[in-house]
């Protein structure tokens, strides 16, 4: 059973997973899913039709708008902002009448990938995707898509290593763009030009072997 705030504005046919909590304040407007033990924060805003995997954390004063995905575990902190409107008008070009807020066919869509983790305060443009496992920096504004493992930073942001599942940062690419590295957890990936890789491990067997058995 998922735990509602009586503060919280949930419209109809918002659908909640098991163990999902939601904080004061917080608007989720029709059609929105969320998926188990999600924990969505004070006064965020999601909005229509928006699809959130199992065990994703959204901190306080997030806004996520339509055609946004955001897979399974994925980390969005603190007053990010998502986008779907490249070129933005309130009005038609007479200033007669507002455009209509609905989602039409200049509504661009935005992926988070699984794993990946946003910092706070970051503006997430759109037709876009954020890799997996991928991290972006406090801050930055992502304009384009980030590839899985990556680290990006700044305004635009910009990769500049990849991060571990862990999330600690194992290479920097000031140093190379290619090789075989082990994370001071464990785990082990190989990047060639850039694209980053986990390879199996001791650890990785070890966690999709507890995995495997908790599910049966």
Partial sequence: MARIHPT????????????????DNVHIRHGASLGDEC???????????????????????????AEVTIEDGVM?????????????????????????????????KTLVREGATIGAGCIIGNDLEIGRWAMVG????????????????????RSIGAVCKCGLLFHKFVDGESGS?????????????????ELATEVTE??????????S
Avoid at 8 to 23: H, K, P, Q
Wanted: charged fraction near 25%.
């Fill in 206 to 215: 070890t966690t999709e072997a507890v995995r495997k058995l908790a599910m």
């Fill in 8 to 23: 919280a504005i949930i419209e109809d046919g918002v659908t909640f997973g098991e163990g999902t909590s939601v904080w």
């Fill in 39 to 65: 924990i969505v924060g004070e006064k965020t805003y999601i909005a229509y039709d928006v699809k959130i995997g199992n065990r994703v954390k959204i901190n306080a004063m997030v806004y996520i708008c």
């Fill in 76 to 108: 969005i902190s603190a007053s990010t902002t998502f986008t779907n409107d490249r070129f933005p008008r309130a009005t038609f070009p007479d200033l007669k009448s507002l455009r209509p807020s609905e989602p039409d066919e200049h509504t661009l």
């Fill in 138 to 157: 406090m801050g930055s504004v992502v304009t384009k898509s980030v590839p899985d493992f990556h680290l990006v930073l700044g305004s635009p942001a």
């Fill in 181 to 197: 590295f082990d994370c001071e957890c464990g785990l082990a990936y190989e990047i060639a030009d850039r694209r980053v890789r």
